[in-house]
């Protein structure tokens, strides 16, 4: 899987918007750009995918770079439930087939203050 | 929305015996995966799950593991004998069938894992 790099971490105040960059200037055509979150003690959990295009879902927003060689997760107005690691993820498919795995980084720890 | 469940949610267990962490995906699931994030540390992928085989595993994923899907409802993580580095919070997940290549993992809340 292609490489990310993230900040290592980022604090926003409550009801502030966050923008949550991702490089990934090796990115192929076929990588899928993922972003999941880990809140304390639980699972990953799915956030937002894109391909080209700006994405937006109830969570979050994707605003992907037109070069696709970086990426913006947006979240509109932070709240203290979503202090969490965010995890940007590229995702290569172009191969198909069974393996579909994801590859974990370090990620950004969001810190939101209140 | 539907859940991946994992049991037990603690599992405490001596060095050198066995253990078996239980998961039941989302029913219409086609694509199954183990994963382990030692405290502090990254979360690692351990093996992917499909058509009833293994379809990858990494380098952790040693002769120590196994996995099985026994009654097409469970998947289940065998540990044959445990050792202290085992001790790690496990994550089971799965994905619904490849459409387009954005299909999101399901994850699991996780076992967590002591070995003494």
């Known amino acids: 899987d292609a490489k990310t790099t993230q900040p290592n971490s980022m604090e926003s105040n409550e009801e502030e918007p966050v923008h949550l960059p991702c490089n990934h200037s090796t990115i192929s055509g076929t990588d899928y750009i993922h972003w999941y979150r880990q809140l304390p003690s639980q699972g990953p959990e799915y956030v937002i995918h894109?391909?080209?295009s700006n994405v937006n879902n109830r969570m979050a927003s994707l605003a992907i770079a037109e070069d696709r060689k970086s990426s913006t997760l947006i979240l509109h107005r932070a709240t203290l439930r979503d202090a969490a690691v965010y995890y940007c993820?590229?995702?290569?498919?172009?191969?198909?087939?069974?393996?579909?795995?994801?590859?974990f980084g370090k990620g950004t720890l969001l810190t939101v203050n209140p | 929305e539907p859940e991946v469940t994992q049991t037990p949610s603690h599992q405490v267990t001596q060095m050198g015996q066995e253990v078996i962490l239980r998961c039941v995906p989302i029913?219409?699931?086609?694509?199954f995966y183990w994963y382990r994030q030692i405290l502090g540390q990254k979360v690692e992928f351990l093996v992917s799950?499909?058509?009833?085989?293994?379809?990858?595993k990494s380098e952790i994923f040693d002769d120590q593991f196994s996995v099985e899907r026994p009654d097409g409802s469970n998947f289940t993580l065998k540990i044959r004998s445990t050792k202290l580095e085992d001790s790690a919070m496990y994550f089971c997940a799965s994905a619904p069938p490849l459409r387009t290549g954005g299909e999101k993992l399901f994850f699991g809340s996780g076992t967590q894992l002591s070995v003494l």
């Open positions: 993820i590229l995702r290569d498919v172009g191969s198909g087939g069974s393996n579909y795995k994801l590859t």
């Open positions: 894109g391909l080209t």
């Open positions: 029913s219409n699931h086609l694509y």
């Open positions: 799950f499909y058509n009833n085989e293994i379809s990858e």
